[in-house]
């Protein structure tokens, strides 16, 4: 299973970007997706997820009204939206995939199996 992460970029605080993470291998749907982020100096949190029949989404509470995270089964590809982007947004961003995944631990890095090699995101004031 490999993921490919892109959309990151240099944006202004306030603007939007869109994360894609392309998936090939395995079988997408059945797949959980999270989104994770690191800033420099910081540890991995997590972002956003997924479930895998698209119906119940988890958002961390520092990005709820500003991130939608969605999925495309048909293109084996999930999507992060982002707006009113702030400079605390500033990191790599990461997308993961695992199955099995129970919503108590959809928060934890350890539940997922695959990772991408992220996406930089920069945003600034």
């Known amino acids: 299973v490999q993921l490919q992460a892109s959309g990151g970029g240099l944006v202004q605080a306030g603007g939007s970007l869109r994360l894609s993470c392309a998936v090939t291998g395995g079988t997408f749907r059945r797949y959980a997706i999270g989104w994770f982020r690191q800033a420099p100096g910081k540890e991995r949190e997590f972002v956003s997820a997924i479930r895998e029949n698209g119906g119940t989404t988890v958002h961390a509470d520092s990005v709820k009204g500003r991130f939608t995270i969605s999925r495309d089964n048909a293109e084996n590809t999930a999507y992060l939206e982002m707006n009113n982007l702030k400079p605390e947004d500033t990191a790599v961003y990461y997308c993961?995939?695992?199955?099995?995944?129970?919503?108590?631990?959809?928060?934890?890095?350890?539940?997922?199996?695959?990772w991408g090699k992220g996406t930089l995101v920069t945003v600034s004031s």
């Open positions: 993961a995939v695992g199955t099995g995944i129970i919503l108590s631990s959809i928060r934890r890095p350890s539940a997922y199996a695959y």
